[in-house]
């Protein structure tokens, strides 16, 4: 009876999220993934008529008189993979430390640096971004600066750079990659660091064996995290990068509305989507290793 | 970027437009009509007027399409005024048969669907050209010397970040038509312009701030940029001697538009001379009203970049919809952005 009564509760709370997220989320996959094999309509829209070539651009099984196939879209795919992985690496690199020393702060300061980590979420990406341009450009607050302090003589080349993209990426993803670090590491039990020195453990072996596992999930919740928006943003590329180098989510977005084919665009938003997926799978795999080794 | 912008406002708005007596809703490009003329209809008829915007055609088409409904009056370009004639979309609302047409240039009627302006009015038109800082650059008289500036000078340029707008440039400077549907032109067009890619520093809208901080020293861009250069006389425009396109918008009426009457009216107000010339002032744009060419501020009537003396009206060229050989610029544009 009880047993009974406690899973109509559990049904009454699940209900919302599980219709939210079958209208918001399950309904547009499935329409994406339908669209993906359907004739793209001359004036955008669909044809109900079934399309496999929309993959076969990608892949490269185009008939090559409709469709011919590129590999300009594998490499556009692999070059924003790259960029997204280099965009989690130095934010990794970035945030650790830090989440360290805030970690040891005392309670209001520490509480103060967290509220500055959320600040960006109050304004807009895109003013943030033009903020940027205006900082980069050769006759922005950061050449004159440098100038004015005669450690440079030049402005030296920034904005649209891909050296300005990755600038860009890593500033809007910092926070995403911050806040789980910390959570990880301010939860670090300290009396197994302490127990490891005093043991007679390096530091080195200390931070490898004892420190690093503890934190794994932090560094893997933090990387998925940032990862998944980075391969798709297409909006520091076209403001920081000035539309030079085309990442995937440019080109997504160019399939819906430029050239009206929106099957093509969601055939490559299918393949990211798998491509994360894995990426998914395989952080969970290791997030669970890593939680059974600890 | 701006499409981002446009499509979260249009998203937010959306909901407000509400069908109701008294009611007008507009969606317009961004800064494309001067709020004074929606100021004065309202004081005038007491009809509530609200105005959404998009920055594309595709962004339009592609939410009316997904059934967007409340929007009365859309301001498409030519070639979409014919996609949309074609789609069924438009009302059919007789604006020629309305007192104040006379005041509209037949040579305006560019719409192949509808060439006798029964459906939409002519609203607005003007060139594609290069703003350059004369300091800088020296003369510039056309895309040769354009593309020449940073080897020259050391100063940098942008195009448009519009693949039509860039491979009409290719097109123009390879002798080919800006409409061109054969492969071989269009990749000689590519061709061109890859070869001048390395001269671009970035394929965008924002260049105003860019050439007023002296960071840029040319920029292609619409007319309508003289809005940000008054006061600089050093910051100049041309139309581009090997060619330039020409943008024309239209005022048209939705089939889905629930208020058909106001809409009807606010059409035939913009038929008065008065009402168009302030758009003219404050958007530099061609007008398609004959008698407002003569009631604008005396700098932009002089001015042969805004108002076009007949001979530059016949070597521009006006983009027609492609239909499927569009997916021969698009890949045209991938490979154009992907090149290093």
């Not at chain 1, 955008?44 to 490269?60: A, D, L, P, Q, T």
């Not at chain 1, 702060?105 to 109050?122: D, I, K, M, S």
């Not at chain 2, 538009?257 to 008065?272: C, G, Q, S, T």
Request: aromatic share 12%.
């Amino acid at each position: 009876m009880a047993l009974r009564r406690d899973s109509v509760v559990l049904g009454v709370l699940l209900a919302p999220v599980t219709i939210f997220l079958g209208v918001f989320f399950l309904v547009p996959l499935l329409i994406i993934a339908v669209f993906s094999f359907l004739t793209p309509g001359l004036y955008g829209g669909v044809e109900w008529s079934f399309y496999h070539w929309n993959y076969g651009r990608i892949f490269g099984w185009a008939d090559g008189i409709e469709e011919i196939y590129e590999p300009v879209y594998l490499q556009i795919l692999f070059r924003s993979l790259a960029f997204g992985v280099l965009t989690v690496a130095l934010c990794l690199v970035l945030c650790y430390p830090v989440a360290f020393w805030v970690a040891r702060l005392p309670e209001r300061a520490r509480l103060f640096f967290l509220f500055l980590v959320a600040l960006p979420f109050f304004s807009s990406l895109i003013v943030r971004l033009y903020a940027w341009l205006l900082i980069l450009k050769p006759s922005g607050v950061l050449n004159e600066t440098l100038i004015a302090l005669h450690i440079i003589r030049e402005p030296i080349e920034l904005l649209y750079t891909p050296a300005a993209v990755v600038l860009g990426m890593v500033y809007v993803m910092v926070p995403f990659m911050f806040l789980p670090l910390y959570a990880a590491i301010d939860n670090l039990d300290r009396s197994l660091v302490e127990a490891s020195m005093d043991l007679g453990a390096n530091r080195r072996q200390t931070f490898l064996k004892v420190i690093l596992p503890q934190t794994i999930p932090g560094i893997i919740g933090g990387s998925v995290i940032v990862f998944i928006p980075s391969v798709g943003n297409f909006v520091v590329p076209d403001v920081l990068g000035g539309a030079k180098g085309l990442m995937v989510g440019n080109l997504v977005e160019q399939q819906f509305l430029s050239a009206r084919n929106w099957p093509f665009g969601s055939a490559l938003s299918m393949l990211i989507m798998s491509v994360v997926l894995a990426v998914l799978l395989l952080a969970t795999a290791r997030a669970r290793k890593a939680g059974g080794q600890a | 970027m701006r499409k981002a912008i446009g499509l979260a406002l249009g998203l937010a708005l959306l909901g407000t437009a509400a069908d109701a007596e008294g009611k007008l809703a507009l969606y317009n490009w961004g800064d494309y009509i001067n709020p004074l003329i929606l100021k004065k209809f309202s004081d005038e008829t007491g009809i509530e007027v609200s105005l959404d915007t998009y920055s594309s055609n595709e962004e339009m088409l592609a939410k009316i399409q997904a059934g967007a409904t409340g929007y009365d009056i859309i301001f498409p370009s030519v070639h979409m005024h014919d996609i949309m004639m074609k789609l069924g979309l438009l009302e059919k609302t007789d604006i020629n048969q309305s007192p104040g047409f006379e005041n509209i240039d037949p040579a305006t009627f560019r719409s192949q669907e509808d060439p006798k302006s029964e459906y939409c009015l002519p609203y607005a038109f003007g060139t594609v050209g290069i703003f350059y800082n004369e300091d800088i650059t020296g003369p510039i008289t056309g895309w040769a010397d354009f593309f020449n500036i940073p080897e020259k000078t050391g100063a940098k340029i942008t195009l448009l970040d519009d693949m039509r707008e860039v491979m009409a440039i290719g097109l123009f400077m390879t002798g080919h038509s800006i409409n061109s549907t054969d492969p071989e032109e269009i990749q000689e067009a590519t061709d061109y312009i890859l070869s001048k890619k390395p001269a671009v520093s970035a394929f965008t809208y924002e260049s105003p701030t860019l050439l007023l901080s002296n960071d840029i020293a040319a920029a292609h861009f619409f007319v309508g940029g003289h809005v940000y250069y008054v006061d600089k006389p050093n910051i100049k425009y041309v139309i581009p001697k090997e060619g330039a396109t020409l943008y024309q918008e239209d005022m048209c009426m939705l089939k889905t538009a629930p208020d058909k009457a106001e809409a009807k009216r606010f059409m035939e107000f913009y038929l008065r001379p008065e009402i168009a010339a302030l758009n003219v002032d404050q958007q530099f744009n061609g007008s398609a009203n004959v008698p407002a060419r003569e009631l604008v501020a005396d700098y932009i009537r002089n001015d042969p970049t805004i108002t076009l003396p007949p001979e530059t009206l016949k070597r521009v060229q006006t983009f027609v919809d492609l239909g499927k050989a569009l997916k021969l610029y698009d890949r045209a544009w991938n490979t154009i952005r992907t090149a290093q």
